[in-house]
């Protein structure tokens, strides 16, 4: 699901205004590859993202995103970044801000397949031969990668 329940009954109460929200990235490494989705939002390439529904731990967040989106099961190796993003104009219009936790993530199984609406495409890609995505999103990989070497 695109956006979560909880937000859908925010929204009806303050429309397009910015929302604060916790969120994950859970960047999946499997050997020298990282899994990625083409977002149907905005055709551009990501690691897995997603909201912290309210209660949940975002560790727990992050395995189901990428179960949810990508049907990879994975397991949580460590946090490797916190960080605010600047605030966000989604294509709705809808305004929101995120602390995103990264976390470093083991493939664990499952084949790499589309899982909902939020994808175009999933895909394994070299560490060394990302496509074009946006900086943030390439500095949380690093960040998961050099963790993973011990950097």
Do not use: K
């Amino acid at each position: 699901m695109p956006v979560p329940d909880f937000v859908v009954r925010l929204r009806e109460s303050i429309g397009h205004d910015l929302l604060w929200l916790p969120g994950v990235t859970a960047v999946v490494l499997r050997d020298d590859e990282v899994l990625l989705v083409e977002r149907s939002d905005n055709g551009r390439w990501a690691p897995v993202t997603g909201i912290v529904d309210p209660g949940e731990h975002p560790e727990v967040a992050a395995v189901r995103e990428a179960l949810e989106e990508t049907g990879v099961v994975c397991e949580i190796e460590s946090l490797v970044w916190v960080d605010v993003t600047p605030v966000i104009t989604h294509v709705n219009g809808d305004l929101a801000q995120y602390l995103d936790h990264t976390y470093l993530c083991r493939y664990v199984s499952g084949e790499a397949r589309v899982g909902d609406d939020e994808s175009l495409s999933v895909r394994w890609c070299e560490l060394d031969d990302l496509p074009e995505m946006e900086p943030v999103l390439v500095e949380r990989i690093r960040r998961a990668a050099g963790v993973r070497a011990g950097a």
